[in-house]
């Protein structure tokens, strides 16, 4: 397990190398000075630019600069925002979080729906439940997000009134930010309306979730079915078959265990593609989030918002794989050991 | 009373509507505490017709014969849960790569445990844990595993294949089987590991008279541990006898060439020279002669052979050949007609 651990940090080490270097790069490809770029200080007076540019090392090669770059974002310090001059770490302190949970809520609505659903299409192989479950997500899959997302907008918040239409909570409660996960907030918080602020958010939450799961949930159908069946045509099925097992005996015991390890290793790359479909659904929900921020950002041709963030992003991205990678590894004996190659 | 009677059982495999017979009518049977070898090459279908006689075979295979009686009951005649609920009662089964066979994410201690019915169990519930444990343990001395903590917390993938082999042969213990079906328990081993597995089903043949069908390619391997052999060739029956008879007196060509191709009979040989073989190889499925299987690579076929023989009894020694090499002298008295 130790190997598997440090390995894993050694390749969350190049990793970040490689993006800090692509970000790093990015200053001097956008249009516009390097130092301004890296900086955020479009007013900057020409005193005012002489200490950045000794902060920034501009005068030593790029090496040092990198250097220097890389020492500055291990200190929080991302530059300002060009189009709002406000600190970049502390906004994007503010914004992620909510980015995060509302990424997790779809992953855990994707899977949860996904995956079972994917289970009964495979044990039901080529039978009408098998079709039907899998001209269902062929739809889904091939569904716009942002259609979709206006559509659930119209339908749900407009014509039922089931769900709020934008934003994380209604603006009546006060919520103290302390982890800036809303939820965790929420419980922690001493206001006499804490269970209807929960309920509220929840609320919040459900529709943008749903919408953003809806793409992952049919990706996951189609993962846990062909895992499912790979595993039950597997010799240890047929031989716990031979054993005397039942079939709901053979399926719980032994081939979802199987069957979702193989899944497991599929989660960390669908995230990036969630969090991907994340950032046009804050937009439509007018959602606080990271990825809003970012597009409005790109609008704005705000360079440093649009590097930091991409850096903060990918980075976020990176650890749910690492993780999802532990969790491979302590369901699977065979990952833990010497035998496992990457 | 034969254990197991099986008469012309057929193997059929549906793909895109089209049916191809992977086993052609074979019949097998068993006495108690007999050790049959059921021998072919790969590809003849004998690991196809054990598993149809445990019943994992999936939807695409479709079985059916002419008389299915285990130990005097007509299996035939039973629903498809009966039949499975009774044979998974009486015959256990081990396969070839065991690794494969054992689940690669639970540990062996649990996959022990589940094998042991709670039918055999006395006490309560609460009781049930410690008792399956226990049983375990006792299953795993007697496949002569000494060392049963280990091994019960061991992952498959952390013990050798010949272990493996014997936490099956556990596994398969565990049910107090009357009938085993070993399909080519030792493949891919090394010598020493496959004598300990042989020695070990022979001992459990000897002590707790349990029939063993053992399934192998390679005839001379088998020859030591068994009374009675059956040999197949592509989905046909060949020859059936005891040991003796099988290797000392083969009366089917294919029989004759498989015993003379083994490396013992081919002692005296000079060095470098040729082994005595078949022309050619197996037929595959989507390819399949008419009439006897074999016709193609056979030295004694001739235009009668477009059709497929039937099976001549001499004195217990079946064989299925219109030329069968050593003519016998009483007038040959014809058990099975193949029906064209
Ligand atoms: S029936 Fe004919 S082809 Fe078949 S084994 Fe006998 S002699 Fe050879």
Redesign the pocket.
């Known amino acids: 397990m130790l190997v598997f651990t440090l390995r894993r940090l050694s390749l969350f080490m190049f990793t970040m190398l490689l993006l800090t270097l692509l970000s790093f790069s990015l200053n001097f490809l956008f249009p516009g000075e390097a130092i301004i770029n890296l900086s955020g200080a479009i007013n900057a007076t020409p005193s005012q630019l002489i200490e950045l540019n000794e902060a920034y090392q501009t005068h030593r090669n790029f090496f040092w600069q990198y250097m220097t770059y890389l020492s500055h974002i291990i200190n929080g310090d991302l530059g300002l925002s060009m189009a709002s001059q406000s600190d970049i770490s502390t906004e994007i302190v503010n914004l992620l979080p909510a980015t995060i949970e509302l990424s997790l809520v779809a992953l855990l609505i994707a899977m949860l729906v996904g995956i079972p659903l994917g289970f009964i299409a495979a044990i039901k192989h080529n039978k009408l439940t098998d079709n039907l479950i899998l001209s269902v997500s062929m739809l889904g899959y091939s569904v716009p997000v942002f259609w979709l997302g206006l559509l659930a907008i119209l339908a749900f918040s407009i014509n039922l009134g089931w769900f709020p239409s934008a934003g994380q909570i209604s603006l009546l409660f006060e919520i103290e930010l302390v982890t800036g996960i809303q939820f965790i907030d929420i419980l922690l918080s001493d206001s006499p309306y804490k269970w209807q602020a929960f309920s509220d958010a929840t609320a919040h939450i459900i529709l943008p979730a749903c919408v953003i799961a809806v793409a992952p949930a049919t990706i996951f159908i189609r993962l846990a079915r062909t895992s499912m069946i790979e595993v039950l045509e597997t010799n240890y099925i047929r031989a716990a078959s031979a054993k005397g097992l039942t079939f709901q005996q053979i399926i719980f015991r032994h081939a979802i265990r199987n069957a979702l390890i193989r899944i497991i290793r599929h989660v960390g790359l669908q995230f990036a593609n969630l969090v991907t479909i994340a950032m046009v659904t804050e937009v439509i929900f007018s959602w606080p989030g990271i990825g809003r921020w970012l597009i409005e950002s790109i609008y704005q041709r705000d360079y440093t918002a649009i590097q930091s963030g991409l850096l903060v992003l990918s980075c976020f991205i990176f650890i749910v794989h690492i993780l999802t990678d532990f969790i491979y590894a302590a369901l699977n004996p065979l990952a833990r050991g010497i035998k496992y190659g990457a | 009373m034969n254990l197991l009677d099986i008469r012309n059982l057929s193997i059929e495999l549906i793909h895109d509507e089209q049916s191809i017979l992977a086993v052609d009518k074979i019949s097998l049977s068993m006495k108690e505490g007999e050790v049959r070898g059921l021998v072919g090459e790969s590809g003849s279908g004998k690991s196809l017709l054990a598993q149809a006689l445990v019943g994992v075979l999936d939807d695409k295979w479709h079985v059916h014969a002419d008389r299915f009686h285990w130990r005097g009951i007509d299996l035939l005649h039973l629903s498809i849960e009966e039949r499975k609920a009774l044979l998974s009662r009486d015959i256990a089964m081990i396969f070839q790569e065991p690794m494969a066979c054992l689940d690669p994410t639970t540990s062996i201690g649990e996959q022990l445990t589940e094998a042991i019915d709670s039918g055999q169990l006395s006490g309560f519930f609460w009781q049930r844990k410690q008792q399956r444990q226990s049983a375990a343990i006792k299953l795993l001395h007697k496949v002569g595993i000494k060392d049963h903590n280990a091994c019960l917390s061991s992952y498959p993938h952390q013990l050798t294949e010949a272990f493996c082999q014997r936490v099956m042969i556990a596994m398969a213990l565990a049910r107090r089987p009357i009938l085993l079906i070993a399909d080519e328990p030792t493949a891919a081993m090394e010598i020493s590991n496959e004598g300990q597995i042989f020695r070990l089903l022979a001992s459990l043949n000897q002590l707790k008279n349990m029939s063993i069908l053992l399934i192998s390619h390679d005839i001379e391997n088998i020859t030591h541990w068994t009374n009675t052999i059956t040999v197949m060739y592509s989905g046909q029956f060949v020859e059936a006898g005891t040991t003796t008879q099988i290797f000392s007196k083969p009366l089917?060509?294919?029989t004759r060439a498989l015993v003379d191709s083994s490396p013992s009979a081919n002692l005296h040989l000079p060095a470098k020279s040729r082994l005595k073989t078949l022309p050619g190889s197996i037929p595959i499925l989507q390819h399949l002669p008419i009439g006897?299987r074999?016709?193609p690579r056979?030295p004694?076929?001739?235009q009668a052979?477009v059709k497929a023989?039937s099976v001549t009894n001499f004195h217990g020694h079946k064989v299925s050949?219109?030329?069968p090499l050593t003519p016998p002298s009483p007038l040959p008295k014809k058990i099975i007609k193949g029906d064209n």
């Open positions: 089917h060509p294919y006897c074999l016709g056979c004694r076929a001739q052979c023989p050949c219109h030329f």
